[in-house]
């Protein structure tokens, strides 16, 4: 049998009771015959059929992966997707940084979840030295684009500056609600390299 013969056998509401009739009409009903397998052995099937196509989609970008180092062997820094069934079903996705191993296939580095790595980075904003003329001229958009807002929601002028806003405030939201391109942009304005050692974050002063 072909895989897609297989999917389509897995995917088939009839071994649990049910048909529909005619095809994609809505229209569904209960058989007389004895089900093979439970509902919720079909939907248990169909959840893990959804992780798996999850795991083998197009390999996706990370926000992280190429501005970081491992800081025990100087390798680069990987990603990948650990998925996790919830109890009212659905997936959570985690996802996680570690050492490549390129130059050394037995580094000890460990593995750091985004959501840690993104608290961590948080945390060292306030002692990290940044290129502020980069940040302040995206300060400058958004104060823009609120006034703009502001003033098409309330048709009143908004009297926010760009002194208004903490540059380092700034960073960190966008480290934790951006995009990805966003997350990178912002952590090119490190003056700093960044390091990943032992399940922890660590800036390098980059030498002039």
């Known amino acids: 049998m072909s895989l897609g013969n297989i999917y389509s056998l897995l995917e088939n509401h009839f071994y649990y009771g049910v048909f529909e009739y005619p095809r994609n009409s809505g229209n569904w009903y209960h ?26 989609r197009e390999e996706r970008e990370f926000a992280f992966t190429k501005i970081m180092t491992c800081g025990l062997c100087g390798s680069g820094i990987s990603a990948y997707e650990k998925y996790k069934k919830l109890k009212g079903g659905g997936i959570n996705v985690h996802v996680y940084y570690g050492c490549t191993k390129a130059r050394d296939k037995h580094c000890p580095c460990g593995y750091m979840n985004e959501t840690d790595l993104i ?40 009297s926010m500056a760009v002194t208004d806003i903490d540059v380092k405030d700034y960073v960190k939201f966008l480290l934790k ?32």
Not at 31 to 56: C, M, R, S, Y
């Open 31 to 56: 058989g007389k015959h004895e089900p093979l397998i439970t509902k919720e052995l079909f939907d248990e099937v169909q959840l893990q059929i959804k992780g798996n196509a999850l795991k083998t």
């Open 119 to 158: 608290k961590n980075l948080q945390k060292l904003i306030d002692n990290v030295d940044l290129n502020e003329t980069s940040i302040k001229k995206k300060v400058e958009a958004e104060v823009v684009r609120y006034k703009k807002f502001h003033r098409s929601l309330l048709g009143e002028s908004s």
């Open 177 to 208: 609600e951006e995009t990805l391109e966003e997350k990178r942009d912002v952590m090119g304005c490190f003056k700093s390299v960044i390091l990943l050692k032992n399940n922890q974050i660590f800036l390098k002063k980059v030498e002039e």
